[in-house]
């Protein structure tokens, strides 16, 4: 293999070429309005769950690392200001990114399959950190990196994603791409930041079988090696020009099925990922949140109290019969997320499904286990149909009076259709501080404040809990 | 793929966890003679090949990486001294690795179709340097990333190696447990590592495609990735248990063919992978190597010098004439290694084919240009028929007198058959260190009389050109 191969593309005409040209030109005053709401929304979002996650073994053996291989006073921050030290950009992201993936509580894009906050931001905020962006620069690189990140793992598709964990796969282009362009490269050094960060693309779905702790490396190093090809493209290291489509590219080697050469460069500037990406509001398995939507509105709607309940039918697709079959009846808090049972209980008698709402308290609290054995869910072949386009969920409740009643959740909660309001998201922001055993609510105030006038930031400092 | 699954594998049973078992427990005293002895042959050769590399401008970027993200004064040193600041472990390795592979004149692994040296070498010094190690702790560490990295390698096979860097992908892997053993982590912290570097190996062909950089990303990385995950797994980080042979695992992901399961634990403490690693004696491609071997033995035995050859014929396997057809004349530095015609006059003429005879000056001497003309290549069926096993070369050559002479090399010279001597491997080096721009010959010598002696080192400092 140490025989150089003529490339066969011409140069200046692949899509990988068009992706960089466009990532490296793309300026703030280019992004419409809604898609700069959305970036804020979803920093603030990304910004609590990388506080929740802090005291996760993985995060604290990772900021070990940090501490012990890199400087203990550079320009960049980390998020859990407990930690007690800065560092270079790099070791900054490596940490805040393996946090921000931990209570799994960050934004979903579902044409990708790719989680992009838990990339997009730590890195970026680490870099505009270190070269003194603006808040509108960092607003700009955080749209590059979402839409570069989301696009490739579009590309990579379904096939890729039961090998590989994209967040991580199509992360580290979205991210080479993000800090390529807050260090201002130019389209060719963007294409080798995006080439030299897809020849380190790895991340397999081994650790689930044991419950190990991969998914922290997975993101944090994304991270890590993102601006590792970034920076040293800057300074002339040459990536391979189309890592993407190459006949020894990623999606040759990674892919085992079809990929999706159109989303690499089609719309670009009009279709913008942040747009489709879509918030998790409740706390549970993602495949409950229709359902918990449902009966959240059912509720509501008919004046039905949690002591007025005898059973719930929820009525959803295959694939959520499938994955909330595999947890029992939910021994352990985790598991008890990904019971429809419990997660329908706990939504009942509080009205939400926080992540303070799931506790060891509750695991063992009589009224929620009883309410879960009324819980039963059936296969429903209309919103099987429409799945994975459509994540729909009916309930239909009976009283204890007798009194029948059936709702519909089209879309969950936090999806594009539905999304978040500044409320909802300033509440999900403080509970998942409060899970994170930050308690200085005055502090949590002025960051969501800072979050939310991010456009006017002079510098990015100072993002810590 | 936020839903834990239940392992398969019984605890304690999978040949990964074996081989972890056996790579924490190796102690020195239990390493036969020649594999010490080995271990130091290849070290040697593995730091003139540092120095050799270091002006290549990937490694200038990743070195400028290095300075940028880590500290500036650690306990692990930079073999190119006038780089002239030293720093952790990982970054020490990321630049070392990096260089160490540039002139292709390091180790080869037919087995595993690796190159060890580049990435065992430059991590497990790094981190015996951080950890205060002495040299027969060393040497222990680097005969376990020999035996681990080779062993993967071998067990992802031929149809790995086609879409992957094996050198990067078993690498890591190798680097991880060198850095564990060093680090004294015990059989699952060990595992763990394995696991950790496991789930990041990366690496694609890509970059031949248009001979950019990503040969340097690769060895570097995977001795930064290798250390990040030994390091983790000490401080806690769990790893998948069964990252090579688990069903999402690299087998399954990254390997689209058969795997050979057996080569992960088969023979461990008897069938060391160092002894069966191949120096690389020449400085051209390694298809030349049975040819020039051959010439160089037949001028010798027969009294033949240069200007009395009419013409060469060089009877050869299929797979060289498919790699030698592909670079015409030679017109460049790198391309004229890759002409068998240019490769043989340059031999003939000076006795040798080492890094420093082939330079621009040479690709425009007449007499070469002349002698490459006169020069055949011709598959002959019998030495195809026992290729890869033997890569044997036959030489005919017709002299100006009508003498004709045959000369067969049944193996390359620095096959595991054919090593090279103390003598050789001195000369390799001290020419590695010229082609790198190093004439300080007594400090050469100096470096070498410690390479010798390795085992008595007391600590790892030093190792500086």
Known sequence: MSQPIKSTSPPGDTRTERLAKWASSLQYK??????????????????????????????????????????????????DGSLKFTTSPAFASLVNGASSHVVEQDDLHNRSIMHPATVIYPAALAVAQEVGATGEEFITACVVGYEVGCRVGEYLGKSHYERFHSTATGGVIGVAAAAAHLLKLNAAATLSAIGTAGTQAAGLWQ???????????????????????????????????????GPRAMGI???????????????????????SSS?????????????????????????????????????????????????????????????????????????????????????????????????TMELDEEIESRFPKQWQGIVIVTCKSGEKFTESAEFAKGDPELPLTKEEIEKKTKALATYGGFTDVAHVNQLIERAWNLERETNLKGFIF
């Not at 890590?224 to 800057?234: L, T």
């Not at 499938?322 to 509080?350: I, P, R, W, Y």
């Not at 506790?359 to 054995?373: C, I, M, N, Y």
Request: charged share 20%; proline share 3%.
């Open 253 to 275: 080697a990674l892919v085992p099925g079809e990929t999706f050469p159109e989303a690499i460069d089609q719309n670009l500037g009009s279709d913008w990922a942040i747009l």
């Open 279 to 375: 918030f998790k509001w409740h706390a549970s398995c993602r495949h409950t949140h229709p359902s918990v939507d449902a009966l959240l509105s059912l509720m509501e709607k008919n004046n039905v109290a949690f002591d007025d309940i005898e059973s719930v039918v929820a009525r959803t697709y295959q694939a959520a019969l499938n994955v909330l079959g595999l947890s029992g009846a939910g021994e352990t808090v985790h598991q008890s997320k990904f019971s429809m049972g419990f997660v329908l209980a706990v939504a009942a008698k509080k009205g939400q499904a926080m992540i303070t709402d799931f506790t060891e308290e509750d695991l063992v609290d009589a009224s929620l286990r009883e309410f879960q054995k009324r819980v």
């Open 30 to 79: 280019d992004i419409p309005e809604d898609v700069v709401q959305k970036t804020k929304d979803f920093f603030l979002d990304w910004l609590g769950c990388t506080i929740a996650g802090r005291h996760h073994p993985a995060v604290s053996a990772i900021a070990q690392f940090a501490r012990q291989m890199g400087p203990s006073n550079g320009k960049s921050e980390l998020v």
């Open 207 to 245: 650790f689930l079988l044991d419950a190990t702790h991969s998914k922290q490396v997975h993101t944090g190093k994304a991270c890590f090696d993102g601006i590792f090809a970034a920076y040293s493209a800057r300074d002339g290291l040459l990536g391979p020009r189309d890592i993407l489509e």
